[in-house]
């Protein structure tokens, strides 16, 4: 686990209206960065899959004879790590059954998660990123192998520097995945930004005492991520990349 870091020393106290404060000079031609080390969430931030995850979720719950979670509630554990999700979205689930319950969410999932896609937009945004000169990493909730095979099937692989998965880390909001990350590369967490939809991953980015955008097409409604004061609430990819071509 990484070393932690005195609270005080780590917040950045930055609000959406500061955000032209951040305008460095140009140096070359070209405008400095904000932000060395650019960190996304996978699920419901680059990829389109919270229906899928959600359908898993109920279908897993039916298959143990539970009553199967509502979609709200399934969609507020995306993000969290698989055992710390399923247990949220059912709370009657015995620590006993919670192994048999993940199995089950895990072949309703991998029987149809190659048919997801990347959000509109994708793509040209995360290796526009990368030609900038900025470090790309994902901190995600699932696991390693599940993560591999999103990053595979994406072909996103080798455009990130880094990656950090919940069955190798504490799950969100601790911020041990940023911490590790940041450490990897020698980046401070004034230099560091996290981009997700859901309030996990800003906690996660507040308790790492780094910056965050959150994106509003994935599992949380805009209204919820608000409430974590973000630097900027994106609707999408596209709004997404416009706010980074002026602030990142």
């Not at 526009?128 to 995600?140: R, S």
């Not at 990897?184 to 230099?191: C, I």
């Not at 910056?211 to 409604?221: D, L, N, Q």
Request: net charge negative; with cysteine.
């Amino acid at each position: 686990m990484a070393a932690g870091r005195p609270a005080c020393a780590m917040m950045r106290c930055l609000l959406p209206d500061r955000m032209n404060d951040l305008q460095l000079p140009l140096h070359g031609g070209r405008r400095a960065r904000n932000f060395d080390l650019i960190v996304f969430d996978w699920d419901g931030t680059l990829m389109d899959s919270t229906a899928l995850i959600v359908r898993s979720i109920q279908a897993a719950a039916h298959d143990l004879g539970l009553e199967p979670p509502a979609d709200a509630a399934a969609r507020e554990v995306i993000g969290l790590g698989l055992e710390q999700a399923l247990a949220r979205a059912l709370p009657v689930l015995t620590p006993d059954r919670y192994g048999m319950m993940a199995e089950r969410y895990r072949h309703h999932y991998l029987t149809h998660d190659r048919q997801l896609a990347l959000f509109a937009g994708t793509e040209t945004l995360i290796r526009t990123l990368a030609d900038a000169g900025h470090m790309l990493a994902v901190a995600t909730g699932k696991s390693r192998a599940g993560l591999e095979r999103g990053l595979e099937v994406s072909g996103l692989g080798a455009v990130f520097h880094g990656t950090r998965c919940a069955d190798e880390c504490f799950s969100k909001p601790h911020p041990q995945m940023l911490e590790e990350l940041m450490d990897e590369f020698g980046v401070v967490p004034e230099a560091t930004l996290m981009i997700g939809d859901t309030a996990h991953d800003l906690q996660m980015a507040r308790n790492a005492g780094v910056a965050a955008v959150a994106i509003s097409h994935g599992a949380h409604p805009r209204e919820a991520l608000l409430t974590h004061h973000p630097l900027y609430c994106a609707h999408s990819i596209e709004d997404l990349g416009s706010w980074l071509r002026k602030h990142a």
